[in-house]
C-alpha cells in the first residue's frame, strides 16, 4: 500500500514584541489542520522560521505522517535545508542541524520555496501567534536548547 503525502505550509514571524509560528497541514483527503505557537523567547525572523519548521516536522512525526511535502516562504531556511546555501550564521546552526535530523525520521520529505502570497494561513497563524504575550509561569516548549 502506498501511502499518500500530506502537504504542510509553515511561518515564522518575529518582531520585537514578541515571536510566532504557523503551520497548516492538508491531509490527502482534504483535511486542514491549522496550528499556532507563540514562541517564548525574542528571536529573529530566520530562527522564528526554523522554529516553525522543527514544530512542523515533530507534529509529523508525531502523527506517523512519515510522508510530507513541505513548503515555506523562506527563502534563506528552505535553501539551507536543500543545501544550496551554506549556513552562516552561528546562531541557525543548531536549528539547521536538528530539522536536518527531523526530516531524517520521515520516510519520504520534500521541501520547496513558495512565494509568500501562497503561504498565507500560515503567514497569518504566526502573525496572530507572535502577538500574545505569555505569562511566564505558563508550560513552555524549548526548541533546540543551545
Same mark, same amino acid.
Request: glycine share 4%; aromatic share 10%; net charge neutral.
Given at each position: 500500500?502506498?501511502?499518500?503525502s500530506w502537504s504542510? %505550509? ?5 518582531h520585537?514584541d514578541?515571536?510566532?509560528a504557523?503551520?497548516?497541514? %492538508?491531509?490527502?483527503?482534504?483535511d @486542514?489542520l491549522?496550528?499556532s505557537?507563540t514562541l517564548t523567547?525574542?528571536c529573529s525572523?530566520n530562527v522564528?522560521?526554523?522554529?516553525a519548521?522543527?514544530?512542523?516536522l515533530?507534529?509529523? @512525526?508525531d502523527?506517523? !505522517? ?8 523562506s527563502?534563506?531556511?528552505?535553501n539551507?535545508l536543500l543545501?544550496v %546555501?551554506?549556513v552562516?550564521?552561528?546562531e541557525l546552526i543548531p536549528? %539547521?542541524?536538528?530539522a ?5 525520521y520521515?520516510?519520504n520529505v520534500? @521541501?520547496e520555496h513558495?512565494p509568500?502570497?501562497f503561504? !498565507?494561513q ?7 501567534a507572535?502577538? @500574545? ?6 508550560n513552555q ?5 543551545n
Amino acid at each position: 500500500m502506498v501511502e499518500s503525502s500530506w502537504s504542510m %505550509y509553515f511561518d515564522g514571524a518575529a518582531h520585537r514584541d514578541g515571536a510566532g509560528a504557523g503551520v497548516v497541514f %492538508y491531509t490527502p483527503e482534504a483535511d @486542514i489542520l491549522p496550528y499556532s505557537f507563540t514562541l517564548t523567547r525574542r528571536c529573529s525572523n530566520n530562527v522564528a522560521e526554523y522554529q516553525a519548521l522543527i514544530l512542523d516536522l515533530e507534529t509529523a @512525526i508525531d502523527m506517523k !505522517q512519515l510522508h510530507l511535502r513541505v513548503y515555506g516562504d523562506s527563502k534563506l531556511v528552505v535553501n539551507q535545508l536543500l543545501g544550496v %546555501y551554506d549556513v552562516k550564521k552561528p546562531e541557525l546552526i543548531p536549528y %539547521y542541524k536538528y530539522a536536518r535530523q527531523l526530516m531524517g525520521y520521515l520516510s519520504n520529505v520534500t @521541501i520547496e520555496h513558495i512565494p509568500r502570497n501562497f503561504n !498565507q494561513q500560515a503567514d497569518s497563524l504566526a502573525r496572530v501567534a507572535s502577538m @500574545i504575550t505569555l505569562p511566564s509561569h505558563r508550560n513552555q516548549i524549548s526548541i533546540c536548547q543551545n
